[in-house]
């Protein structure tokens, strides 16, 4: 099994989208890259930690490429807006990808730079690339957020709108 840590915004919107994904064995909400030893949602969300909101994913990579999961996490979030997210706005909330290998590193920046030269977003791709530090599962009301919460006004009006447009998308990766 393989990992992939991205972080795209809220991690309730990124973990329903890659939970998902056929090939997709784990998907844990957390903070990664900050400077803080044990952050919380909190402290987090303040924004004096340096940790973004992010997602670890455990994946089979007989199943599910590293590739397809960066076309999902660029497709599923606005890559040139390198510290905001719709009305979520801080360096918690920055599109970056965390690395585990120099493979993953060298994907991420073929991808980046293929997105970029064919003018997908009609802006630059601004997502940090860097390197996967310890991760910090969040807590526990947070795991599978939208999955026990799609009712709540949030998830209504970001998540599920989010989720049509990806199921659409990405059809022939969606678990059976």
Not at 20 to 47: A, F, K, M
Not at 55 to 68: C, G, K, L, P
Not at 161 to 176: G, M, V
Request: hydrophobic residues 35%.
């Amino acid at each position: 099994m393989t990992l992939a840590t991205f972080a795209g915004g809220c991690f309730w919107c990124t973990e329903s989208v890659f939970r998902q994904l056929r090939g997709v064995l784990r998907v844990t909400s957390g903070y990664i890259g900050g400077h803080t030893p044990q952050p919380d949602y909190r402290s987090v969300c303040n924004g004096n930690t340096g940790h973004a909101e992010a997602v670890e994913i455990e994946f089979d990579e007989s199943q599910i490429s590293y590739r397809q999961l960066l076309e999902v996490f660029f497709a599923t979030h606005d890559p040139t807006t390198l510290n905001r997210q719709g009305h979520d706005v801080g360096t918690q909330y920055r599109s970056a990808v965390f690395w585990h290998s120099d493979a993953q590193l060298a994907e991420a920046r073929d991808i980046i730079g293929e997105l970029d030269s064919q003018q997908v977003f009609g802006q630059p791709i601004v997502t940090r690339l860097e390197e996967a530090q310890t991760f910090h599962p969040a807590e526990g009301y947070h795991q599978g957020y939208y999955a026990a919460n799609a009712g709540q006004p949030y998830c209504e009006a970001v998540i599920a709108p989010k989720l049509r447009k990806f199921r659409q998308t990405f059809t022939s990766l969606l678990r059976d």
